[in-house]
């Protein structure tokens, strides 16, 4: 009887131990070919760039391994109304530490540069006669109201600089931001540089970090004032001779998305909550026949005045008059 | 009469009983010490009564104690076990019944609606055992009393407290502590308990052995008067229960949650001469969820339901055993969803409606071996203003037929409607943001009809099968718009939902071993634009085995094993290099942001591996001159099956549930 139950009891540990190990699983279905299409045309430049490529099938994860799967000798075209360019092949040798080690294939066009409130189309005509087609149309203009102070320090001491505008297509993602252009005297050359303003500063373990604002349908800003002193400050950070800068502009910049570019970054960059566990990824896109995006963006500055008090109050030098 | 139970002093006393009249007596028990190791058989045993309560299950504290307990005593996951429940892993307690979703389960505790009865992002229920004194758990086929879900209702009711003595219980386990009074009031009793949450290192092994900043707390109370002196016949009862979730990351640059139930509610139940049962009862209900983003890049969401629910319940009982029911139920319901809108400033998407349904029902009872229950609940208004619900017509029925004393058929059909449903995204497999929303004026009333039949057989007083066959066809199943990709889309799209399936359970309980084995094959469906998929809790077969034994001396021990083939995963069918816009400003070259992501197959047409799991629990009770209490030691998983959660989609890393797990617990009582 004890030699049934010791066979009996061995058979179960055997098969509980068979049991306990991890299944395998499938985790890829059947391959299909996509082709990736990606563009941003933007106001603030005279060339233009769009790539191609391909997806890639590999049944594992080993998405290191993979060759660049860019497409050569695609006809890439672009219509506004009636008028077409074309884009040229060219390729940049690859960046230390980027993900392929050949050079980088794209398509490119010069001397072009989109209109605010107008459509283009684009068409990138592979070699293998898969056609890939989208339109983006440039966000309009906006403008600026005029009845609210845009001096730092602000005018009615609030200790808040705030600007506003209006934007004619409200549904349009802005990013703005505040830069302070300045000189810096480096062995008796004055070389420019920028800083860029934080939306503000927070502490957190002893550490004082600057938080930089996302991309939003916002039409104004608001920054305080303690902000752009801190900011101010580390201008010259670690540096006692605070003669040596000389401050030229604020300048407030903003970039207005199209709705495409609009959509494709609040898909891309959808952060779920902390400890939420999505599977399966946000996709959007506006390629006709494939994926990626075909987007633009207008881009817009404006001076904010400023008072030479302001400036020296940091021991710096006003570059402009007031 | 003379009066019994297991844990309690016997009592024998004289009642004198009026023709025509209900006596109503309260006999209070004093608790006993001593551990009963059988029970006397008296007479034959019936299989069953001519009750229609098909996929009805009652579960007792007892049965919810001797299961193996993850971390603690779980109602919710206890359910998990039952035939026709699924889950979806071993993190969430959250429960899915004969292919409905989640939120189409109504939670009622003492008859009030509890929106969220999770803690610790769903991984654990709210409610706390010790305080429960009768779970009641339809899994579908309920009757015309209960509204506004249409999947399942779970009615927990509450202890009343110790009438003769007070009490103290305290109790210990990895995660929390607890304390439990009761004891006597001037014609009544009461009964307070708190648990309060002290250590997260468990809840590592729930979540891949990553920090869970939770804290936690609930508290509920109840006292009751019942006394000829204040009024002839009454019983009232006033209870509460509040919880609260905080999951705290410490960061500024990370979001942090906060998750609030208020609730808080009045019964009357009144016997007279004539054997009418009245019932009032008036109710409060609050829920709060909100992510609170600090400077994290999420955004910031609050979510606020506010239920005030009045009822009134009559029940008149003939002469013939029949038994006549009407009421009237009022729900006021505002919710509110406070999200950023399309300008970036906070809007609130809630909004607010009145309930006002009306039911009646008929249970004839006056033949031994048959029992009906028809009625209708009528919804003279509805909550979203959709205007499809005014005179909303939810006919039901059950009945139970018995063909000789050990076989009954059993069936049920209605129709149940659901206007309050919570915003859930179905690709995530942990969700921790689940608001409650009044559907959308555009979306008519969820509507779900139910279709069950089964046979009971009870061949020996020990021994029980159970067969249910069910088919429940859902429409206008609001589902996100996956498509919305500007501020005028529609948020929900009206969906469909079928699910079909049959059920096998064996019971066999002679003292001192009980045994239970159950099967499912089970299928169901999600409808959108046209376009079929399987929901990801689509489990085809499911089984559960669980053994107890009392071994007497205080001690008994459980051993449950728990199989389900695999859930639906969407597989992947190749890899593109994404652009990802992380310079907004685009200062540099933005063809170089790319990231090799996996593109997705049809939605969920591949399979995980089977789940399995072994558990164990044996628990010792013991008694000294001025205290009891009880050791509780469990083991979840003792084969360490590496059973798959999922998988990332971009790495394939794997991520397996619950591991290898001991948890003990400790009660103390004086």
Sequence with gaps: ????????????????????????????????????????????????????????????????????????????????????????????????????????????????????????????????????????????????????????????????????????????????????????????TEVRYEKIVPQEYIEFNGKILPHYPEPSFTNSIEIELKTFSRAMEEISEGEPDKTKFKILAFILEIMVYDEYL???????????????????????????????????????????KFTHEYIRSFGYEPGLTE | MIVSYVGYIKKSLRIHVEPNKITQVDIPLAPSSYELQTIEKVGQRVAESNATDISLQRITVKELEDLPKGVETDVFRSLQYLPGVQSTGDVSARYYVRGGSADQNLVLLNGVTLYNPFHALGLFSAIDPEVINSIEFYKGGYSAEFGDRISSVLKINTKDGNKNNFAAKASSSFLTGKLLLEGPLPAGSFMITGRKSYSNDILKKFLNEQTVPADFYDMSFKANFSSPNLIKGAKVTFHGFFSGDKVSNGDPFKEDFEWK???????????????????????????????????????????????????????????????FSVGVHVKDIETKLFLENSKGAVSNVGTHGTLLSFYAKY??????????????????????????????????????????????????????SQELSTVTDEDEVITIFEP???????????????????????????????????????????????????????????????SYGIEFMVRLTADPVRFTASYTNAYSYKEIDNWVYYPRYDVRHSANISLEYNWGWGVSSSLVWIYSSGLPFTQLSGFYDKYFIDDIYFDGNFYHNQIPISILDDKNLGRLPDYHRLDFNISKKFDFTFFRGSIDF?????????NLFYFDKNTGERVNMLPFLPTATVKLEI
Aim: aromatic share 16%.
């Design chain 1, 262 to 304: 609009t959509s494709y970054y609040a898909s891309t960059s959808a952060i779920s909550e902390d400890f939420s566990i999505s599977l399966d990824q946000a996709e959007y896109t506006n390629i006709e026949g494939g994926l990626g995006i075909f987007g633009s963006f207008y881009k817009q500055r404006t001076a904010v």
């Design chain 2, 436 to 498: 409650w929303l009044i559907n959308p004026f555009y979306l008519k009333p969820t509507q779900s009809r139910h279709y069950i039949l089964g046979v009971q057989m009870q061949p020996y007083n020990f021994l029980q099968f159970n067969v249910e066959g069910y088919y429940k066809d859902i429409f206008s199943l609001p589902l996100l718009n996956d498509n919305k990709a500007f501020s005028t889309d529609n948020d929900f799209v009206a969906g469909k939902g079928e």
């Design chain 1, 1 to 188: 009887m004890m030699k049934i139950f010791n066979k009996i009891l061995f058979v179960l540990i055997i098969s509980l131990f068979a049991i306990s190990c991890s299944e395998d699983y499938e985790p890829f279905g059947v391959y299909r070919e996509n082709y990736i299409m990606n563009s941003v045309l933007r106001s603030d430049t005279t060339q233009q760039i769009v790539t191609v490529s391909s997806s890639y099938n590999i049944r594992n994860f080993e998405t290191g391994k993979v060759k660049d799967p860019a497409i050569e000798g695609a006809i890439v075209r672009i219509w506004e109304g009636d008028k077409v360019e074309f884009f040229s092949e060219a390729s940049v040798p690859s960046q230390p530490g980027g993900r392929y080690s050949t050079p980088f294939i794209f398509y490119t066009v010069d001397n072009f540069v989109p209109k605010a409130g107008t459509t283009y189309e684009i068409e990138a005509l592979l070699p293998n006669g898969r056609r890939l087609k989208s339109t983006t149309t440039l966000p309009k203009k906006i403008s600026f109201y005029t009845n609210i102070s845009k001096r730092i320090p602000p005018e009615d001491d609030s200790e808040i600089i705030h600007v506003a505008w209006f934007a004619p297509e409200p549904d349009r993602y802005v990013a703005a931001r505040f830069k302070v252009v300045y000189f810096k005297n480096e062995n008796g």
């Design chain 2, 261 to 323: 139930n208020n609730l808080f509610g009045f019964n009357w139940f009144q016997i007279s001469d004539s054997p009418l049962f009245l019932e009032l009862g008036l109710s409060f209900s609050d829920f709060k969820g909100e992510v609170i983003p600090n400077f994290s890049n999420v955004k910031p969401k609050l979510n606020k339901v506010e239920d005030v629910t009045f009822k009134t319940d009559f029940t008149y009982v003939y002469d013939s055993k029949d038994e």
């Design chain 2, 634 to 642: 469990s083991i979840i998983n003792v084969y360490d099956r590496k």
């Design chain 2, 363 to 416: 249970k004839f009872l006056r033949y031994e071996n048959l029992g009906i229950d028809i009625g209708s609940r009528i919804n003279l208004t509805g909550l979203s203003g959709a205007g499809d619900n005014t005179g909303g017509f939810e006919p039901r029925l059950s009945f139970t037929y018995r063909i000789i004393p050990e076989i009954a058929i059993k069936g049920a059909w209605g129709i149940y």
